[in-house]
């Protein structure tokens, strides 16, 4: 017997079910023999009972028969028993009673190894589950408190981006006004600047004054000498006298409508003679940004209050911007800044009339074409043949004005002159000496560059 061979078996059956089963078959085995022996006694009592030979024959048959099939029976047994002999004890020999007996001890020996080490393992895996169990529930944990973290750093980082597009749009709203202020400074009174955009900005102006005189201007003149029988040259004094009293008409109406902006932001109207405005009657609630405040370098409060000259002196200088100085400019600046206003809403307020040049040109025009009417002075005939043209002097005369500065027409020319070939072309006649104007010269601005040249008649030479 080997222990050691039948020490690492690994038993199928418990040790009680082995040993049952090796007791059954030695019982079996000697049952055998036994039955064996009887029936083969038997059938040789048979065979000597019976004188006929074929009763003798088939009874020897059937003993021949039976000890074969015991005979296959016990080598199966054999077989069998071997087997377990090899798988428990490890050896085909019989064992002894001993042999059995240690192989079992054996058995149940690896048996009860078994047993424990299962046990350990299964208290193992219990404790592993419970480790696993914890590790899932950390884990969940772990995710609740990533979700957490997740969800408030989406948070933080909505409101940061929040926070910068707040600042981005307030800096590009500051840039804007930064703009806004540095463009209405730098254009401020300045014509050199001009935006193209604008259709009506003055090089576009010159071009329908120009398109004025070549086209309308003909048409009328014609008329006018054929029609109302005057002569060329009354014709001519006629059309530039329409042209004149509609510029000078639109220019005063541009100046008080300015004016009257500007009175209604400074409340000049409402002061009093040698009274600042702290002290007027009307109207009675507090007047926003007047008068203010300060303290001085003595900490004491003082009043900075609005003269009744100096908003005289404002009205003054704002009433002919394109003929300031600079140390005029720097006066309307500090009286605005005592009212809350300052250069850039002037400018503003400037852009606004502008805006409305198209839109209120009908009104003007048909404010002059009435006052014109209404006194014809004779000339019905020749007031109606010249109104295509005044409505399209009124027209043109109002976009003029309304640039800043104003756009100018030079009517001041005198006869006998020198003829200047700078600002007029020649109309009929060559010559060096001034005659007459036919056509005035169009600048930029008073005493600024030329836009268009004028037409004039210079006196014949000889």
């Known amino acids: 017997m ?7 078996i690994k038993p199928t059956q418990s040790v ?25 006694n038997k059938e040789i009592l048979k065979l000597a009972s019976f004188d006929k030979p074929d009763e003798k024959e088939r009874t020897l048959e059937n003993a021949n028969k039976i000890a074969e099939e015991l005979t296959s029976l016990c080598k199966k047994m054999k077989t069998d028993q071997k087997k377990i002999f090899e798988e428990v004890l490890g050896k085909s020999e019989k064992p002894t009673m001993e042999e059995v007996l240690k192989a079992v001890q054996s058995l149940k020996k690896t048996a009860d190894e078994s047993k424990t080490e299962i046990q350990q393992q299964k208290t193992t895996l219990e404790k592993m589950e419970k480790e696993i169990t ?12 990533h979700q957490m973290l997740l969800k408030r750093s989406q948070e933080r980082e909505q409101k940061l981006t929040d926070e910068i597009n707040e600042v981005k749009s307030q800096k590009e709203k500051a840039l804007t006004r930064l703009s806004e202020v540095a463009g209405a400074k730098l254009t401020e009174s300045n014509p050199y600047i001009t935006d193209l955009s604008d259709p009506n900005r003055p090089e576009k ?12 201007w003909t048409d009328v003149f014609e008329q006018l000498s054929g029609t109302c029988k005057l002569s060329d040259r009354d014709s001519i004094q006629t059309l530039l006298q329409i042209l004149e009293d509609s510029y000078g008409y639109c220019k005063d109406i541009s100046s008080k409508r300015y004016s009257n902006t500007l009175a209604e932001l400074t409340f000049w109207k409402f002061v009093e003679p040698n009274e600042p405005p702290s002290q007027v009657h009307e109207p009675k609630k507090e007047m926003k940004n007047t008068p203010k405040k300060k303290k001085g370098a003595d900490t004491k409060e003082t009043t900075v209050n609005i003269t009744l000259d100096e908003l005289q002196k404002l009205q003054t200088l704002l009433g002919s911007p394109s003929s300031s100085s600079p140390a005029d400019s720097k006066a309307v600046d500090s009286i605005l800044a005592k009212i809350g206003l300052n250069v850039t809403n002037l400018s503003n307020i400037k852009k606004m009339l502008k805006s409305s040049l198209e839109g209120t040109s ?7 074409w009435k006052q014109r009417s209404e006194d014809p002075n004779g000339q019905k005939e020749v007031l109606k043949c010249t109104k295509p043209f005044l409505m399209k002097c009124v027209h043109i005369c109002w976009l003029m004005v309304g ?13 006998k002159d020198k003829f200047n070939k700078d600002i007029y072309r020649e109309y009929t006649t060559n010559g060096e000496v001034l005659d007459f104007v036919v056509w005035p010269a169009i600048f930029l601005h008073e005493n600024g560059p030329l836009l268009k040249k004028g037409v004039a008649q210079p006196i014949s030479k000889k």
């Open 16 to 40: 009680n079910e082995v040993i049952d089963r090796i007791h059954i078959l030695h019982g079996i085995e000697q049952e055998c023999l036994g039955l064996k022996e009887i029936v083969f």
């Open 2 to 8: 080997n222990p050691n061979k039948s020490k690492n």
């Open 205 to 216: 102006i010159g071009e329908q004054f120009s398109e004025l005189y070549d086209n309308l």
């Open 134 to 145: 914890e590790l899932k529930g950390q884990l969940k944990d772990a995710e609740n408190k």
């Open 403 to 415: 640039q800043d500065p104003p756009v100018y027409l030079r009517f001041s020319d005198i006869c």
């Open 362 to 368: 009908v009104i003007v025009q048909e404010s002059f």
